[in-house]
């Protein structure tokens, strides 16, 4: 049988017509079994024509956690709210890998991309560039606490990362890279080499992989801070060129670091020659409760990789680096050695301009400090909930049942949420920074329900 691309409810309706399911800030709608009839027909699709990589981990899930994994299928998402193919409704406690920092689509969002793409929709990159991506620069680099910045537009979070481990190389001349287990900063070649969330994630690739990258213990909140750098400062040789490193962890079951560690690292990278580069890619742009967190943890990074947030659901990223060190791509050739097709893409940067107005506009990042600190007060509350950790609207929660279960359980309560860490035992709460807090309050009491 052949399935259509749309459910019929869904291409059926005009696109302006909020009216009948005015998605946005909603309560959960959900009839189970989960996915549904349509929802089930695509998946079958999905199932004969993507990487089985994706299938064998759904069942591998299935057979870990005794409950099914199957996930449902996004038709249309708005605001706090997901719709999927069989028109159930569910609140987005991911924002979408983190994303969708001012809720999905926002309006402001999709206004500038149907602006922009009938003006100019591709153009032609570092050779000639967009308005759009001039834009973008003056705007990434007045907000990033970096000195005389400069920075590379990219697509994705790994191409950030890449361009800041490429610089370090030319900056330094150092090939070593000091990275973090847990740590997590994307999968293509460059950025798996320092991928210390799960070394089964590198080990098919470790022939191709930088061989110079060591892993340094991630310390806990509660660490001495002075053990946790003499632990780092044993791993420092004079190959050095960088030490990569997220200010909390994320996927890697947002772990927070102890106070003072990553202004230390920085310290302990300069006095060795190398370079400190700081992953914002996830906790940037108020998702931690402050615009980016090496401002709040008083640190100065030379190199900074932005993403996810930045492009408000379109693929935007950055890697912004003080002037000195960006420097250095002026050297080689007069050739510019580190580029893409898509690099600046005026959508792209149509809609990131649009969402760093969103976030000043709606006061996000007080907003993200001022919700999250709430949630996690009552989330604390929530019995089974063994402990709640993080920073602004960036949560982990250590729960008494198997978080794997417990995300099924709430997935068909209409919230979706998803695990994190590499033994997905965190449950990670990453909602969109505008999302009402009556929604917050429906999850609290699904997560009761769920626990009890
Ligand atoms: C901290 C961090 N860095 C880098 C990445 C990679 O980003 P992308 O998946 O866009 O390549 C992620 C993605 O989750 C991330 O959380």
Redesign the pocket.
């Known amino acids: 049988m052949r399935v259509p691309a749309e459910p019929a409810h869904l291409t059926d309706r005009d696109a302006n017509d909020t009216s009948p399911l005015m998605l946005g800030d909603l309560p959960p709608l959900v009839h189970l079994p989960l996915p549904g009839r349509k929802g089930r027909a695509l998946l079958d699709s999905l199932a004969r024509l993507e990487s089985p990589a994706f299938t064998a981990r759904r069942a591998r899930r299935e057979e870990k956690s005794g409950a099914a994994q199957d996930p449902i299928v996004w038709a249309e998402a708005r605001g706090s709210n997901v719709l999927d193919a069989d028109g159930n409704r569910y609140v987005d406690l991911t924002s979408g890998?983190?994303?969708a920092s001012v809720g999905h689509a926002h309006p402001k969002v999709v206004a500038a991309i149907q602006s922009q793409a009938p003006r100019l929709l591709h153009a032609l990159g570092d050779l000639h560039p967009s308005t759009g991506k001039i834009g973008l620069l003056e705007r990434i680099c007045a907000l990033a606490p970096i000195e005389n910045p400069r920075a590379v537009l990219s697509?994705?979070?790994?191409?950030?990362?890449e361009t800041a481990l490429k610089t370090a190389v030319l900056a330094t001349g150092r090939p070593g890279v000091l990275a973090f287990e847990g740590?997590?900063?994307?999968?293509?070649q460059g950025?798996l080499a320092a991928c210390g969330y799960a070394a089964s994630f590198r080990q098919p690739f470790l022939e191709q992989l930088n061989p110079h990258v060591d892993f340094a213990p991630w310390p806990s909140e509660q660490a001495s801070v002075e053990g946790a750098l003499a632990d780092v400062a044993a791993h420092l040789n004079d190959d050095l060129g960088a030490v990569l490193v997220?200010p909390i962890?994320?996927?890697g079951g947002v772990r927070v670091p102890p106070p003072g560690f990553i202004a230390g690292l920085a310290d302990l990278a300069h006095e060795h020659g190398a370079l400190l580069i700081v992953?914002?890619?996830?906790?940037g742009f108020g998702r931690c409760g402050a615009m980016f967190l090496v401002d709040e943890y008083g640190v100065e990074a030379d190199l900074l990789?932005l993403?996810?947030s930045l492009g408000g659901g379109m693929?935007v990223?950055a890697c912004v680096g003080r002037g000195k060190v960006m420097a250095a791509w002026g050297d080689p050739s007069g050739e510019a050695i580190h580029t893409g097709t898509f690099f600046g893409h005026p959508l792209g940067c149509a809609a990131a301009l649009a969402t760093l107005d969103v976030i000043a506009e709606e006061q996000l990042v007080a907003r993200a400090e001022r919700v999250g600190e709430a949630f996690a007060t009552r989330l604390r509350q929530v019995p089974g909930v063994v402990s709640v950790r993080g920073r602004g609207l960036m949560l982990g929660l250590e729960l008494q049942r198997d978080v794997m279960v417990a995300t099924r359980a709430l997935l068909e309560q209409g919230y979706l949420a998803l695990p994190a860490g590499a033994a997905a035992d965190v449950l990670q709460l990453v909602p969109p920074l505008n999302i009402d807090e009556a929604l917050l309050e429906g999850f609290c009491q699904a997560l009761t329900q769920v626990l009890a």
């Open positions: 890998f983190g994303a697509l994705t979070g790994s191409e950030a990362v740590g997590y900063h994307g999968l293509s950025p997220e962890q994320g996927r992953d914002e890619i996830f906790t990789c993403g996810k693929p990223s």
